[in-house]
Structures are given as C-alpha cells and as structure tokens.
T-cell receptor, first 111, second 115 residues
C-alpha cells in the first residue's frame, strides 16, 4: 500500500480556514486520494476524494498538487463540530476495496 | 435512522470467553467491511464481504476470529477465547458497488473490553 504522511495535530480558531496537508510521494497513477474524519466517539465519515483535479463539496475542498505527491484538505470555515481526527488515505482503483488508515491529524478548534 | 447499526455498543467480557458482534448495514448496500481500532490509532481492516461472499481477510484475523454474512444482509463477527489484546473498538462499514471510489458508511462501533 502506498503510504501517506500527515502532521500529528493542528489547531485552528473557529470560523477560520484550516489547511490539512498530506504527503504521498509514492502515489501511483491509479491511486485515488480519499479523506475521512472521525469525530469523538463516532465511526469515521467520508469527507471527499479525488484523483487529479481539485474537488469541492459542501464539507470541504481538496487541492491536489500537479505531480500528485501531496494534497491539502481545506475546511473553509472551521466550526467546533469540525474538531476530529482527519485521515488521508490512498486507494488503488484496481486493487483496494479496503481503506488503509494511518494515525491521521487531530484537529482542535478554538472558540 | 437508516445508517449502519451495530450491537452491542459496549461489551465487557472475561479472558477466554467467546463474544459475538452484529452489524446491520444500510439497506441494499452489498459491500460490508469490518475494522478494528485501538486507542490512538486509525482503524485497521479485518475483512470484507461482497454480498454473502467473504472476499478478503486481513492477517490480523487470526483463527480465533470468524465473520459471516448470511444471505448478504447483516453480518456477525465472533471472537473465540478472547484475549486482553482483543480489547478494541470494532467498526463495521457498508457501501454500494460503485467500483473503488465507493463511499464507506461506518457504524458507531462496538467497544470490547477483555478483563
């Protein structure tokens, strides 16, 4: 499995943007980049995914570097509810049914 | 509520006992996954079903673990002769068959404590 590297933790103020980096220098051409998050005492939930182009949805934006060796999850206006562990996951379109979680980034949002 | 449900939410057992967990996926989701999560770590994949067929098992799934999905609906995960190292959160997820970009929907998990 291709690996991802994320910072252990990040802090943000409420209503400010949060930029969560993810390095995946060994990404292959068939790897999709997925982001999930896990709120305290809950199961993970899907946030966003992409292959090459930047993606936007109601929860977040995903910016993918041109060489695809890194990506950034952007929460445009953090709320207290966004405090969670965020996981960046590579998933091979030809091989992977499962999600291979790392340790993720713990995001703390200050009121 | 039409999300993934798991039962029980908490289970405390003594070492050596057998335990069984149940997962009810979202209706008509043909894919079902089991993961295990220990404190401070991300979830680890255990096994995967497509309908009633168990298509992949992790090496983490020792011979004390068995999972079933009769008739492709709910699933059970049984742990025999529990050990203290089995203490963890057991998560179930389901998805529809949309290639490899399908979104997995997770349940709230079953927290197992082995004394």
């Amino acid at each position: 499995d291709a690996k991802t590297t994320q910072p252990n933790s990040m802090e943000s103020n409420e209503e400010e943007p949060v930029h969560l980096p993810c390095n995946h220098s060994t990404i292959s051409g068939t790897d999709y980049i997925h982001w999930y998050r896990q709120l305290p005492s809950q199961g993970p939930e899907y946030v966003i995914h992409g292959l090459t182009s930047n993606v936007n949805n109601r929860m977040a934006s995903l910016a993918i570097a041109e060489d695809r060796k890194s990506s950034t999850l952007i929460l445009h206006r953090a709320t207290l509810r966004d405090a969670a562990v965020y996981y960046c996951i590579l998933r091979d379109v030809g091989l992977d049914y499962k999600l291979s979680f790392g340790a993720g980034t713990t995001v703390t949002v200050r009121a | 509520d039409t999300g993934v449900s798991q039962d029980p939410r908490h289970k405390i057992t003594k070492r050596g006992q057998n335990v069984t967990f149940r997962c009810d996926p979202i209706s008509e989701h043909n894919r079902l996954y089991w993961y295990r999560q220990t404190l401070g770590q991300g979830p680890e994949f255990l096994t995967y079903f497509q309908n009633e067929a168990q298509l992949e098992k992790s090496r983490l799934l020792s011979d004390r673990f068995s999972a079933e999905r009769p008739k492709g609906s709910f699933s059970t995960l049984e742990i025999q002769r529990t050990e203290q190292g089995d203490s963890a959160m057991y998560l179930c997820a389901s998805s529809t068959d949309r290639g490899f970009t399908d979104t997995q929907y997770f349940g709230p998990g079953t927290r197992l404590t082995v004394l």
